[in-house]
């Protein structure tokens, strides 16, 4: 690293289970975040802080006023923006030397699987379990990990799927896909602003220890917050050895070794 790489970084050096190590990790590390919104931003905001070396950011949406209460890589300046163009000079700002890509897209299967396999790492900050379905089966496939979080109301979750273990369940094995679940929008119940903060903190966490081979990632585990009454919990979960997503791609790969 460069002397000012060492400056820019030097409280992360100075963390003993860090190191200068873990920093050049995440500074040769490539990332995909779907979603610029109230997750994302976050997101984005910490990562490219802590020196991620390239962010590809999905958003097919646009800057509305009605955004800015949470979405907080937006500003009232650029309402109108692409949310990928307004998120990318929010990262520019804080740290010029992440490469960011912007892609202004709904994503589908085929867009999915060639996004995923350009990186280290997925960060799910979308709105929609279709989507999130979506990305769960292109990290699969791919042997990604994935960060996934979620909030509505006064309510947050995260967990982490990471495929490279033998064991470790995905996203379907916890949240099966169904017709006929009912999807929660914040645009209809409302959620608390500092929530996305908080759940979008704790998922870059997540990825800096998966990107920087430290400490002990959420794989098994649901992170869940109430703060409302503001309490933590977790829950652990194991793999469903009859998940159509991961067991049967387990089962293909075992097939083919």
């Not at 190191?19 to 995440?26: K, L």
């Not at 650029?78 to 994503?107: F, M, Y």
Request: hydrophobic share 40%; with cysteine.
């Amino acid at each position: 690293m460069e002397d000012q790489q060492l400056l820019r970084y030097a409280r992360h050096i100075l963390l003993d289970e860090f190191g200068v190590e873990a920093q050049e990790r995440i500074l040769a590390s490539r990332i995909l975040v779907v979603g610029a919104g109230g997750l994302g931003s976050p997101v984005v905001a910490y990562l490219a802080a802590s020196g991620v070396g390239s962010i590809i950011l999905v958003d097919d949406d646009q800057v509305e006023l009605s955004n800015l209460q949470r979405q907080i890589a937006h500003t009232t300046d650029r309402l109108g923006w692409d949310k990928v163009e307004s998120a990318k000079l929010h990262i520019e700002q804080l740290n010029p030397e992440v490469k960011v890509t912007p892609v202004v897209q709904r994503l589908d299967e085929q867009s999915l699987m060639h996004w995923v396999q350009q990186v280290d790492l997925v960060l799910d900050c979308c709105d929609n379990f279709a989507t999130r379905h979506a990305i769960n089966r292109a990290c699969v496939a791919l042997r990604k990990p994935l960060v996934s979080g979620a909030a509505i109301r006064f309510s947050g979750q995260v967990s982490t799927y990471d495929l490279r273990q033998p064991d470790a369940p995905c996203y379907h094995c916890l949240f099966p896909e169904a017709d006929d679940v009912e999807e929660l929008r914040c645009a209809t119940t409302g959620v608390l602003s500092p929530l996305l903060g908080m759940v979008g903190s704790v998922q870059a966490v997540e990825a800096l220890k998966l990107l920087g081979g430290f400490g002990e990632p959420l794989v098994g585990r649901l992170l869940s917050v109430d703060a409302f009454n503001m309490n933590w919990h977790t829950v652990r979960f194991r793999k469903d050895p009859a998940c159509p997503v991961c067991s049967a791609e387990s089962a293909g790969h075992a097939k083919h070794a």
